[in-house]
Structure formats: C-alpha cells, structure tokens
T-cell receptor, first 110, second 114 residues
Framework: DAKTTQPNSMESNEEEPVHLPCNHS???????IHWYRQLPSQGPEYVIH???SNVNNRMASLAIAEDRKSSTLILHRATLRDAAVYYC???????????FGQGTRLTINP | IAGITQAPTSQILAAGRRMTLRCTQD?????MYWYRQDLGLGLRLIHY???????GKGEVPDGYSVSRANTDDFPLTLASAVPSQTSVYFC?????????????FGQGTRLTVV
C-alpha cells in the first residue's frame, strides 16, 4: 500500500477554516484518497474521498494536487465538535482493507 | 437506524479464557472487518469478510478467528486470551469491497486481558 504522511498535530480556532495536508508521493493511478476522522472514544467516521478532481460534501472539501502527490482536507468553518484525529488513507478500487496511519490530531480552540 | 452494533462495550478478561466479541450490522452490507487499535499503532486489520460465507486474514490475525454465517453478523473469537490482546476492537462494514469506499465503524469494544 502506498504511504501517506501527515503532520502529527494541528491547532485552529473555532469558526475559522482548517486545512489539513497529506502527502502521498508514491500514489498510483488507481489509488483513491480517503479521509476518515475519529472523535474521542468513538470509531472512525468517513469524511470524504476522491480520485483526481476536487470534491465537496456536507462535511468538508477535498483538494487534490494536479500531480496527485498531495491533497488537503478543508473544513470550511471549524467547530469544537471537529476536534478529532484525521486520517488520510490511500486505497485501490476493490481493495479489501483501509490501512490507517497515525493521522493528524486536530485541536480546536474556542 | 442502528448501523453497526458491538457488544460488549468493555470487558476485563482473565488470560487463557475464551471470548467472543459480537458485531451486528443492519445495513445489508456485504463486507465486514475487524480492526484493533493500540496507542501509538493506529488501527490494524485483524480479519475481514467480503461476503457471507467467506473470510480472510488481515495484518494481525494470529490468536483470532472469525465466522460469517450470515450477512448481518461477524463475531470475533479469542480462543485463549493473552495480555497482548488488550486493545480497543472496532468492527466495520462497507456495502461492497469493490465499489464505494465508505466504511461504517462501530463504537468499539475495550478489552483488557489480565
């Protein structure tokens, strides 16, 4: 599985946008980019995924670099409930598993 | 909508005892998974099942067994628990391992083996 690199931790303020980076320089053409998050004492929760184009949903936006070697998860207006560990994961279509790294621990200040 | 239900929520187990962690989903998903999460190691896949009647080994299968008799249930059994199996266990499901990537996770079972 291709590897992702994320900062260990980030901090932001409530009601401000948050940009969570992920590097995946060894990504292959068939790898999807997934983001999950894990709130304290809960299981991981799907956030968003994409292949080549930028994606938006009700939770977040995913901006994918043109060469696909990096991506950014964007929370447009962070709330205290967005404090969590965010995981960037690569997975091929049809892959049987998600391989979780260490993720980025996001702290939101009131 | 319940989604994924895991039981028990937590358990303290004596080493050498047998234990089955239960997982049930009501979304009619074909694929189900068991992960364990340890501090500093992230989530690691133990076993998976792409459809009822089939199972496969993940990254850390030793000491664990699973069965998939029907679509809804995917129990994880520790035949003879050891302290290194102390962990938080998460069950997950997805509609189909070859289509959309969205996986749904349960709330976890915190297991302590003493």
């Amino acid at each position: 599985d291709a590897k992702t690199t994320q900062p260990n931790s980030m901090e932001s303020n409530e009601e401000e946008p948050v940009h969570l980076p992920c590097n995946h320089s060894t990504i292959s053409g068939t790898d999807y980019i997934h983001w999950y998050r894990q709130l304290p004492s809960q299981g991981p929760e799907y956030v968003i995924h994409g292949l080549t184009s930028n994606v938006n949903n009700r939770m977040a936006s995913l901006a994918i670099a043109e060469d696909r070697k990096s991506s950014t998860l964007i929370l447009h207006r962070a709330t205290l409930r967005d404090a969590a560990v965010y995981y960037c994961i690569l997975s091929r279509q049809g892959a049987q598993k998600l391989v979780f790294g260490q993720g980025t621990r996001l702290t939101i200040n009131p | 909508i319940a989604g994924i239900t895991q039981a028990p929520t937590s358990q303290i187990l004596a080493a050498g005892r047998r234990m089955t962690l239960r997982c049930t989903q009501d979304m009619r998903h074909n694929a189900m998974y068991w992960y364990r999460q340890d501090l500093g190691l992230g989530l690691r896949l133990i076993h998976y099942s792409n459809t009822a009647g089939t199972t496969g080994k993940g990254e850390v299968p030793d000491g664990y067994s699973v069965s998939r008799a029907n679509t809804d249930d995917f129990p994880l059994t520790l035949a003879s628990a050891v302290p290194s199996q102390t962990s938080v266990y998460f069950c997950a499901s997805s509609r189909d391992p070859t289509s959309g990537p969205e996986a749904f996770f349960g709330q976890g079972t915190r297991l302590t083996v003493v």
